[in-house]
């Protein structure tokens, strides 16, 4: 069964400063999707990004990164240039072809003015 | 940008009682889910449905559990004999095809008295 571990439950970073959230899962999977969800006081659901497994490329959404490592079943989120707004929690998801969103047990992230 | 919407916010019921959740997907997607969170643990999958029948369903989505995609434009999650333990908040989600992001709403809340 396909598994998402999020191993910090909770990181804090100074406005401006940079962040990186760890995100590992296991799968025997080759093709399949990753995914990072915010989840902000108001309990809404927001995806942040996402990647496909079969591209090398690293995906980027403005101030967001992730570094997929395929290999190493990997998948962390930057933040860049931290904003009061980014303190939620975030939620990595897995999700092969076709399936159903298997998350993390989240990070919650505090932005520090 | 379009949404998806459900109804109410807020929720509370009598123990045993039945209660159905409503949700309006985006209009143009075809799939459609329901996920729980329990307060302070990971987003859950329920169900997903697509072609008015359920495509997969968790071992948590009993005999209590029922969905329903009444008209054209409503998605109902149906629980009967409500327990306490089903006190979460409770996520719709949709996306045009499977392979798609997945779609959140702002969630109900689920409280059983």
């Known amino acids: 069964a396909q598994t998402v571990t999020q191993s910090q439950p909770e990181m804090s970073v100074q406005e401006a400063e940079t962040v990186t959230l760890s995100c590992t899962y296991d799968?025997?999977?080759?093709?399949?999707?990753l995914f990072w969800y915010k989840q902000p006081p108001s309990r809404q659901m927001i995806l942040v990004i996402r990647q496909e497994a079969y591209k090398q490329q690293n995906a980027t959404e403005n101030r967001f990164s992730v570094n997929f490592q395929k290999a190493a079943k990997s998948f962390s989120l930057k933040i860049s240039d931290s904003q009061l707004g980014d303190a939620a929690m975030y939620f990595c998801?897995?999700?092969?072809?076709?399936?159903?969103?298997?998350f993390g047990q989240g990070t919650e992230l505090s932005v520090k003015p | 940008e379009p949404e998806v919407t459900q109804t109410p916010s807020h929720q509370v019921t009598q123990m045993g009682q039945e209660v159905i959740l409503r949700c309006v997907p985006i209009?143009?997607?075809?799939?459609f889910y329901w996920y729980r969170q329990i307060l302070g643990q990971k987003v859950e999958f329920l169900v997903s449905?697509?072609?008015?029948?359920?495509?997969?369903k968790s071992e948590i989505f009993d005999d209590q559990f029922s969905v329903e995609r009444p008209d054209g434009s409503n998605f109902t999650l149906k629980i009967r004999s409500t327990k306490l333990e089903d006190s979460a908040m409770y996520f719709c989600a949709s996306s045009t095809d499977r392979d798609q992001p997945q779609h959140f709403g702002d969630g109900t809340r689920l409280s059983i008295l």
């Open positions: 799968t025997s999977e080759s093709d399949y999707y």
């Open positions: 209009s143009n997607h075809l799939y």
């Open positions: 998801a897995y999700r092969r072809q076709g399936g159903k969103l298997i």
């Open positions: 449905f697509y072609n008015n029948e359920i495509s997969e």
